[in-house]
């Protein structure tokens, strides 16, 4: 073990600091008239779509001031990106004692039936919000990183006609307590330092509306199954309805009638936070929804891998709405191989996890990727470093980044968002790290709760809620593999009992219960993460997969594209040279002879520097890539070669 990077590894809030300027290519070249105007939904697309990214106005308030609506604002801000990013054109801190107000005048919409609805989106707001509409409140919504949708028509003011709206203004209240209480915050922390990074606030994904008839298509489930050739989709509509679901060479139709009476693959519908349909500012009780089920059997289905990124396109149709989607068909598996190992399986093949941590983090946007072709350019950049998974590390990114993950070909494995109170460092994070087999085997139930910040009963709840809705919200996506529930105890509170929660909802997907250390058996990987000591394969008694869930995190500092001067990493290089070595050393000497004794998957520290952390593949700006794919241009097949011959026929 190397002692001596550990202790430098010891990350320290620096929370005074001045971060350097840095602005991605897309960041320096943003059209302020045109912010992130993709649409926002992939897989769930309508024709219908108005998109309210841009200018609003916003204001900052005492906590004694915010109860009510200011008369007065303090300027502008660019939405999507929270008012802390430098994009958002105003670099100021919510604090947790203060108020966040927004104002936006809406367009006017034009109703293309009498009776049709508007339903308003905001794809995430940071922490706490209140929506208003025309000074009434509509609906409140808690947790800053899943979407949430308000039919809004009842609040709108309407010409005599009742078919073209009148000016009609939009208010948010927002609240963010960041890691001043167990709230789900993630990475983010008001004393950045090390690996936890600045705190953002509000608004800071999409937010559009669009119109949808007075009988609509709710929600969509799609579950590829194990013998890779049936399908099954879960259609739910507001109200009784024809459905068809169609998709290249098949088709089926559903009468009204053949609706299920009870709510079965939809559970914890009316409690989610949707991206699809109304769950806030609403009368459930009121409301009662159709459920329809198909089952497909797929003749030589053309398989999803990230060599082959193939996706069918869907179409879902009622007698007056219509939706286009999209499917892979691809089974993701913990398997034996032939050689009783168990191995990661992509469609019950042994598949190498070549993966990279990804923060998710910019510069110039924090959260919020200041473009879509940002979005891409990281995840295309990856697949050419030979990555063909990324972790999405305790963020839920924007709907389009997962899209691009399905089109591409990138594997994710998918974080929950960890919360809890302030952590004890040295009990979760440094003494694990620098010997795991004493202190990371820590039981994480009621008597270790205080210890693992979760003292607080309706935190530990309210973060159940959150994964479940986390794993409902995402389980279309092809390209997510793997569900994260636990990050080195950061938060952590019975595993096990989460594990059967999650399972309940999502049982096609493996999932890791606790990545890095407080191991508690369960869960399908035996999830390790090795900085400082030399990389091996343990064999888990449970007949668990072997990954390596985090390791590398080699740094080198470029001047003028670094946020500070100071150096946080896990082992420092002076030159690129040194750096390109040493990784190429670790990859072929280290990596590689270890998929043939077991390993199933590593993931390197990280996708690019963030802040302090300068162990990034890329820069923090995305303006330099540190390593050069062409010094080694068959690493991926090499991966290949050593998986293939640790199989018994090789």
């Known amino acids: 073990m190397d002692l001596i990077d550990a202790i430098r590894a010891i990350d320290k809030p620096h929370e005074d600091d001045i971060l350097n300027r840095l602005y991605t290519p897309w960041g320096e070249n943003l059209d302020k008239d045109n912010v992130l105007k993709e649409y926002p939904r992939p897989q769930f697309q309508r024709n219908s779509y108005i998109n309210l990214n841009g200018d609003w106005e916003y204001c900052i308030v005492p906590e004694e001031q915010g109860s009510s609506i200011p008369e007065k604002m303090d300027g502008h801000i660019l939405v999507p990106f929270s008012p802390e990013a430098m994009l958002s054109g105003v670099e100021r801190r919510l604090e947790p004692y203060q108020y966040l107000w927004y104002k936006k005048v809406l367009p006017v919409l034009k109703r293309t039936h009498h009776n049709s609805r508007f339903l308003l989106h905001f794809g995430a707001v940071d922490q706490f919000a209140d929506i208003y509409v025309n000074s009434t409140l509509v609906g409140s919504h808690s947790g800053g990183y899943l979407p949430f949708t308000l039919d809004i028509t009842d609040y ?15 208010h948010v209240r927002v609240k963010d307590t960041s890691d001043s209480s167990y709230h789900s915050r993630g990475k983010q922390t008001l004393k950045r330092g090390g690996m936890y990074y600045t705190c953002q606030s509000g608004i800071w994904q999409t937010v559009w509306i669009e119109e949808v ?40 139709v559903k009468s009204p009638s053949s609706s299920d009476s009870y709510d079965t693959t939809f559970t914890g519908d009316f409690s989610f936070s949707s991206d699809t349909y109304p769950s806030i500012g609403e009368d459930h009780s009121a409301i009662s929804p159709s459920y329809y089920h198909f089952s497909f059997t797929i003749k030589e289905p053309h398989l999803w891998s990230p060599e082959d990124p193939y996706l069918y396109p869907l179409q879902i149709i009622t007698d007056e709405d219509h939706v286009d989607s999209y499917f892979a068909m691809r089974y993701y598996s913990i398997e034996k191989d032939g050689s009783g190992i168990s ?38 950049e990856m697949k050419r470093l030979h990555f063909n998974m990324l972790r999405k590390h305790i963020k839920v990114e924007a709907a389009r980044w997962y899209y691009h993950c399905d089109r591409l070909g990138m594997i994710v494995w998918q974080d929950m968002v960890s919360g809890g109170s302030s ?35 309706e935190g530990r709840g309210e973060w159940l809620k959150e994964m479940q809705n986390t794993i409902r919200y995402l389980y279309n996506v092809p390209s997510i593999a793997t569900w994260v529930l636990f990050n080195e105890g950061w938060g952590q509170f019975n595993a096990a009992s989460a594990t059967i929660i999650a399972r309940e909802i999502d049982n096609t997907r493996p999932i890791d219960q606790a990545s890095g250390w407080f191991d508690e058996g369960s869960g399908d990987y035996r999830s390790v993460h090795n900085y400082f000591r030399p990389l091996t394969v343990e064999k888990d008694p449970n007949g668990r997969a072997f990954v390596i869930s985090e390791y590398g995190g080699f740094t080198h500092h470029i001047a003028g ?45 990280q996708v690019s520097d963030v802040e302090e952390e300068v162990n990034g593949l890329m820069t923090y700006d995305r303006r330099i890539t540190k390593i050069n794919p062409d010094l080694d241009p068959s690493l991926s097949s090499n991966i290949d070669i050593a998986l293939n011959k640790s199989q018994p026929d090789h």
């Open 156 to 170: 709108l003011l309407f010409d005599g006609h009742n078919k073209e709206s009148l000016d009609n203004m939009l």
């Open 213 to 252: 008839p007075n009988t609509y298509i709710r929600k969509l489930r799609i579950r590829p199954e194990a013998d890779l050739k049936t399908l099954s989709i879960e259609v739910s509509t507001n109200n009784p309805s024809k459905v068809t679901v169609k998709f290249p060479g098949y088709e089926m």
């Open 343 to 380: 191995r990661f399986c992509l469609n019950h093949a042994p598949y190498f996890l070549m993966g990279a941590l990804d923060q998710g983090y910019w510069p110039d946007g924090l959260y919020t990727a200041p473009s879509d072709k940002a979005l891409i350019y990281d995840i295309t």
């Open 423 to 457: 952590y004890a460092k040295p009990v979760v994070s440094y003494l694990p790290t620098l010997f795991p087999k004493v202190f990371g085997r820590m039981p994480d139930g009621p008597a270790t709760y205080k210890t693992f910040s979760r003292g607080s009963a």
């Open 561 to 605: 594209h670094s946020s500070v001067d100071r150096v946080f990493g896990y082992k420092k290089y002076d030159t690129l040279d040194q750096l390109g070595v040493a990784y190429y050393n670790l990859m072929n000497g280290t990596i590689k002879p270890l998929i043939t004794k077991g390993l199933a998957g590593a993931v390197y520290t």
